[in-house]
Structure formats: C-alpha cells, structure tokens
C-alpha cells in the first residue's frame, strides 16, 4: 500500500465543508440498506480525505469471528516494538496445535514444521489461518491483546480464547454470546485509521500491517462490488450467524475507512448469495461512489486514469456514441480501456493525445450522452405540446399498480374479467403451486407417496432466495416438506421435492439428475391443463429465461389445485412447526409462516405469494362469499404490499359485479 499515507495527508478545507451534506445523505441510505436486512447491522465508515463520519449502531459490540484477528495482529505488533517478542521467532507446528476451520496449516503442513512469527501473522490475516492464528496467541499470550486494546482505547474490542478452544475461554460468558471475540465498528475503525495514518505501532511496523490486510484473499464482502482493481487492505469474519469486514479502500479521492458488522442473521448459507455478504458488499459500493462521484462533481472539471463516479458514465456513453465500433462497459471506472478510447477520440479530432479529458475534448465531444436512451435537445423539450387524457371514468374496474390480472369463478374456472390476462409474464414464487399440485396429485394415487422421508441435498440446501430452512442431510416426511415449501416459499423445499419425485417421471430406462424430469413434467401437466402461454424452467420460480406464465393459465392451475381438500388445507395454513432431524439422529424445531397476508383476514384463502426482481410481487389467491368462491391472479404489483392492496381493490369491484350490489 505504498500510495496510502501519501493519500491520507491530502485533506482540503473544500472537501471538509462538503462532510455534512454527505454525512447526512450517506447515513440515511445506508441506515434504509441495514434496516431491511434480516439480522442485526452496525457500521461504521470514516473518509480520511473529507473527515465525513457514518455512524450507525457503531458502539454496538458484535461477534467478530475471524475479525479478531486484526486486533491479535496489531498486539503483535505492538509487542515487537517494545521488544518483548521478536516478529522473526521461530514457531513449531505440533499436531496439537492444528485446528479445523479456514486455513493452510492444518492441511498442507507436517508436524514439526518451522515458520516465524511474521509469516504465521500473514497465514492468520491473507488466509484466516486458524492454526497460525492459535500459535500467534500461544506467542504473545492470550491475555495480551485485551490489554493492548485497553490501552489503544478500544475497551470494547475482547478475545475471549483461541479459535476452536472454548474451554479455556477467558470470560466463557461472553464466549457462549459472542464466540472468539467481540468488537464494534467504532473499534476497528479506530485501528483501522491510525494504522493508515501510520500512528498506531509505527510507521515501518504499520505499514507492513497493511501489506497484510492487502494480501487478504477473501472478496466476498468488502471488494465484491467495488471497481476492478481497487486496492484494499481488511479482515473479514464468517460464522453461521454473523458476517463481518473491516478495511481501508484506497479510493481515487482519498482512503476510506469502513466496517460492517451483522449478527444475528436469517440468511446462515456458506455460499456467495449470503445476504449478509451481499449487503456488507453493497455498503462498501454504496460508500465508495458518495465519497468519490461527490468530490468528481464539486472539484473535478478533468478526468483521467483512476476516476470513478457518474460523470465517467457519461463520458463512457458517450465515447461509445462518437466513436465508431467502441463498445466501452459503461460502469463509472476510468481504467486502461477508457483512457485508450480517450486518446483515439483526441487523435481523430486532433487534440493532444494524453488520455486526459479537460476543456479542448468535453467541447469537441460535444453534449454529453447521459443516458442510454438520449436526453431530447431542450428546444424541442419545451416547445412540445402535451396532450392529456380524458377524466377518469367513475365506473369501471380498480385502478392498480399490476401489470396483469384475471378473476375467474372459483367453481367453473370460467374467467370473468381480466387485464392482459393472457400475457406472457415471470411469475416467480407462483410457481410453486405447480410443484406442490404434482406431489399432492401422485399422492391421490398412492397416499403412502406423502410419507415418504425426503433426504435433503447439498443442491437444495444450497438454492437461493426464500428457504424452508432445511439444511443438507435432513431428513423429514414429504407431507412435512410441502409445508416448507408453501408457507415459507422454500426454494430448497422445491429442489427437494423435485429431486425426490423427479426419477418417477423419467422416461423408460432415463436416469441421471432426477430434477429435469420432474420439470418436464410440470410443463406437461401445464399443457394438459391447457396452460397454454406457460412454460416451466425450475421448480421453485428464481428467475430463468423462458420461465414464462399468463394469469388465466394460472387461474386453471389453481382451481385444479384447489379441487384436492388436502391443497386447500395446506395453502390455507397460517404456520405450521416440525421437528426435524439430521445426520447422526440430531433433532431441531423448524416454524413455518405463511407469506399471504390475506389469510389474516376473514374469506380470504391461499393460494401463493412470490417476489422476484424480474416478476415484481404475484399473488394467486381466493375469496369466499355467500357460499361462492371467486379466484385471483395478480402479477408484477409494485411492492408485496401492493399486491394484497391490488386484490382486495380487485375482489371487492368483482363481488359487486357477481353479487349484485
């Protein structure tokens, strides 16, 4: 990190007057992104260019994981200045010492083998070594980091033990809360600046502590989102239930210095869908375009190698516009691709070639393409006359914010009123009616099909999005697995389904993966049931290329669902428990809720909820009134709660119309 005490020190009165706006903007968006999480959040973030500072719960003390390892490392560090312990001892790796977990150690090194502390310090930070980190500890002592950050005036930062060890915890109290260690966001930042300041150890010792933290391998949190190539120095921390990441980011308008921290999360995958990792990602991204499209815009006219922010867009848009045959990757980041459709810009126009946008090309390129599709010139903007539409009529249906809908007779199937009923359209979740319909029509055949014990795969434990929470290896009836499957909206509880009753479905003498065989059968029951706009790509909904239904098509889909009692009585459960139970014969309580919020009202029944980016928020649902029974589909609503607000609009207009009043 050569370049970052250099940055640090060019702090400009022009950017300290810009901190409060940026502060209180940067806050509230950050605060709305922790807010929607499912799981506690704490941040902190500090630019040591402008000296902004977000502060959202960042004296909270959290789980730290593997981020305690920033704090061992500095105690090391500090030790070695003050000549207690020497950073090039030589550590013995003895079988004891090995440990399970993140690491190189345990694995690829023989019993006996030599390494200095130094090196065992870059293993705990580049690779979350937890054995190197135990011989770390073992050589400064356990105790010392907590004095060490006592006197750094990081009271709440504790190392509770070393990793895998528990049972020699310094305050088992607060392991049982915590695990390893705890800190805050305040902390971290606070170590985390003045290393980059080169105040905490020393300069020498400080920045060979940051050459560390750049060596980190871990990409999933921090750098996920950030520009390619975008030097940064952190820790992360991963346990079940808590993610976290702290670091400096090199940035092209000065360092930044964040931490995130989560606890307590719903989403508990290993895998780069986690939504903890994805929001700490989204933090840094979000952080790292206020700070430097801010300072672009206040006191930038020129633009060169290593800019980001909105104005680069432009820039790429329009380069892509003037020059024939460039076709730049419009992301904001002034790389080597930008600078050398500059230059050939610049050398067609005869303006000196230096790869630098000032004021001789923004004029030769003219006005700006800001857009994909471009701004009109504001002359034929203003002298356009705009018509307006006739008043609204007072009758006729509901206004609502779906793209498609459609009412049918509950006991007919006859359709009654429809919006772009017949549309081809994503349909997200939905799509699980189909899978649970499959199921519960093979079990019409043969009842013992339900209790049968599904195993779950590593597949499904695996999928993304909504889960029923069953984990790989579980096991539990298949009448228990439909629950999953239709309260919660469990993609895993599709995969598993779909996986179990796939091979049932193969043609004579097919075997391999059981899964396409249970979707071609969903997408011959849909021709069957005359589904004609709809095709079937997975079980569960996530979005697929072709994975396509119309809101009649589903109306037939539901009310020959429907017609089995079992279905019906699924579909309107509100929540529902099961004990399951896992390799070795462990057992756990799982507690199902029902995503419709329209069975908290009387006469409204199922049928699914679902929510996709591409499919916006569906709803198949019923009503019941005087003995009948009317059927609803509502897709692409605007928001979840739109979509209940939509059906009701819907179902009271229709209940006039079939009743009369």
Known sequence: MPTLTRLVLAVTTLAASLAPAQRTDLTERLRSLADAHSGRVAIAVKDLQSGTVVRIRDDEAMPTASLIKLAVMVTAYRLAEAGDVDLDDVLTLRAADKVPGAGVLREHFSDGATIRLRDAIRLMIAFSDNTATNLVIDRIGLDATNAAMKALGCDATRLHSKTYARDASLDAEASKRYGVGRTTPADAVSLLERLTRGTLVSKTADAEMLRHLAACRSRSMLPRLLPADTPIAHKTGSIATARCDAGVITAPAGPIVICVMTAKNTDRRYSERNAAERLIAQVARITYRHFNGRREAAVRSALRLGDAGRLVEDLQRTLNARLDGDSLSVDGDFGPATEAAVRRFQEARSIEADGTVTDATWRALGVLVTRDKPVPD?????????????????????????????????????????HAGERALPFASVTK??????????????????????????????????????????????????????????????????????????????????????????????????????????????????????????????????????????????????????????????LWKNTNRLLAIEGYGGVKTGTTRAAGACLASMSERDGKRLLLVVLGAQSSAARYVDSRNLYRWAWRQRLGR
């Open 378 to 418: 504001p002359a034929v903007v203003n002298a356009e006359r705009l018509e307006r539409a006739k008043p609204d009529a007072l009758d006729g249906v509901p206004f609502v914010t779906c793209r498609a809908w459609a009412i049918a007779d509950g006991e007919t199937g006859e359709v009654l009123h429809a």
């Open 433 to 590: 009616v189909m899978t649970a319909h499959i199921a519960l029509r093979l079990a019409r055949k043969k009842p013992a099909v339900l209790d049968e014990v599904v195993t779950v795969s590593r597949r499904a434990d695996a999928t993304p999005g909504s889960t029923a929470g069953v984990r790989a290896g579980e096991t539990l009836p298949l009448r228990e697995l439909l629950y999953g499957l239709m309260l919660p909206s469990g993609n895993d509880a599709a995969v598993a389904i779909a996986e179990h009753l796939g091979a049932r479905f193969a043609p004579d003498g097919a075997g391999g993966d059981p899964l396409p065989h249970f979707i071609a059968e969903m997408n011959r029951t849909a021709r069957a049931l005359g589904m004609k706009a709809t095709r079937y790509r997975n079980p569960h909904g996530l979005s697929a290329r072709g994975h396509r239904a119309s809101a009649v098509d589903l109306l037939r889909l539901a009310r020959a669902a429907l017609d089995d009692p079992r279905f019906r009585a699924l579909v309107t459960t509100r929540q529902h428990g099961y004990r399951i139970t896992g390799p070795g014969g462990y057992q756990r309580n799982l």
